[in-house]
Nanobody
């Protein structure tokens, strides 16, 4: 199983970015995709996750109303649309996959750096 995260970069406060997580080699029919982040000097935190059913979504309070998680089950790709970005969103973002949702994550991708700065 491989996960490939992409889409990070430098953005000004208030801007937007969309992260992608391409998942390959998964044998599960039903699995969740999660996004996590780790800022310098801080512990990793869960940001958002999504299962297979339409209502299976979770957001940490700090991103509710700003971030939108989605997935394309045909392409086996997860997305994290990040809007109204703040400097405190600066972190390395990781995606992960696991089954069943939301019990935990077995596979992790490499991180993609998001920097929010003017």
């Amino acid at each position: 199983v491989q996960l490939q995260a992409s889409g990070g970069g430098l953005v000004q406060p208030g801007g937007s970015l969309r992260l992608s997580c391409a998942v390959s080699g998964v044998a599960w029919d039903d699995y969740g995709i999660g996004w996590f982040r780790q800022a310098p000097g801080k512990e990793r935190e869960g940001v958002a996750s999504i299962g297979m059913r339409p209502g299976d979504k979770y957001y940490v309070d700090s991103v509710k109303g700003r971030f939108i998680i989605s997935r394309d089950t045909v392409k086996n790709t997860g997305y994290l649309q990040m809007n109204s970005l703040k400097p405190e969103d600066t972190a390395v973002y990781y995606c992960a996959a696991g089954s069943p949702w939301p019990s935990g994550y077995d596979y992790w991708g490499q991180g993609t750096l998001v920097t929010v700065s003017s």
